[in-house]
């Protein structure tokens, strides 16, 4: 069945790179996102990946996926203030239409 | 391009009311999907509507229903609300066939 589990909290100070971890367990998974959610807000798309895929660079952004091990990951570099919010990992099952499964997301602190 | 567009923001309603709450997708998205937000559960799929036609349901009472307009506009009711209903309740519309789901800022439903 479908379960992605994340790390509850994260604390880096600015400027260090962040690293937030998935791991999920259906292997049958698709397409694979990281969503970012601040204080008030609906979800922000920052990234995704296909499962086809191992590693994707998008600017600050970079997800790692290792199907063996059913890990995905995003690293941030240069850590700022205003990366400050939760970030949910997602996936997208073959034969699950549009569902998206999601983690339970990582808050991630900033500090001075 | 206009975002996903959800109305109203904030709604109060007392236990055993009905609410409708209102999604408009990106231009040129027809498939629309229902998320509910909780502290408690996370993010949890509602369904899903294509071409106004529901094409994946998740585990909801049938409480819960939705439908889809021929404009792809998408509408959710909650009929006999209860205390465990309150959450946000996000809508995500795409191009479909597992793109990339993009969020509105959500309606927030306290039940009182």
């Known amino acids: 069945g479908e379960d992605v589990e994340q790390s509850l909290f994260l604390s880096v100070r600015e400027g260090d790179s962040s690293v937030i971890n998935c791991t999920y367990t259906?292997?049958?998974?698709?397409?694979l996102y990281w969503y970012k959610q601040e204080p008030g807000a609906g979800l922000q798309l920052l990234t995704y990946?296909?499962?086809?895929?191992d590693m994707k660079q998008d600017q600050r952004l970079t997800v790692l996926l290792n199907k063996k091990d059913k890990h995905l990951s995003l690293r941030i570099a240069d850590t700022q203030t205003g990366d400050s919010a939760i970030y949910f990992c997602?996936?997208?099952?073959?034969?699950?239409?549009?569902?998206?499964?999601f983690g339970t997301g990582t808050q991630l602190k900033v500090e001075l | 391009k206009a975002g996903v567009t959800q109305t109203p923001r904030y709604l109060i309603k007392t236990r055993g009311q009905q609410v409708t709450l209102s999604c408009s997708p990106i231009?040129?998205?027809?498939?629309v999907s229902w998320y509910q937000q909780t502290p408690g559960q996370g993010l949890q799929f509602l369904f899903e509507?294509?071409?106004?036609?529901?094409?994946n349901k998740g585990n909801f009472p049938g409480r819960f229903s939705g439908r889809q307009f021929s404009n792809s506009r998408s509408e959710m009711n909650v009929s006999t609300l209860e205390l465990g209903d309150s959450a946000l309740y996000l809508c995500?519309?795409?191009?479909?066939?597992?793109?990339?789901?993009?969020f509105g800022d959500g309606t927030r439903l306290s039940i009182l």
């Open positions: 509507y294509f071409s106004e036609t529901q094409r």
């Open positions: 259906d292997s049958s998974s698709t397409y």
């Open positions: 231009s040129g998205h027809r498939s």
């Open positions: 995500a519309s795409s191009i479909g066939g597992g793109q990339p789901q993009h």
């Open positions: 990946i296909f499962s086809n895929m």
């Open positions: 997602a996936e997208i099952v073959t034969g699950g239409g549009n569902k998206l499964t």
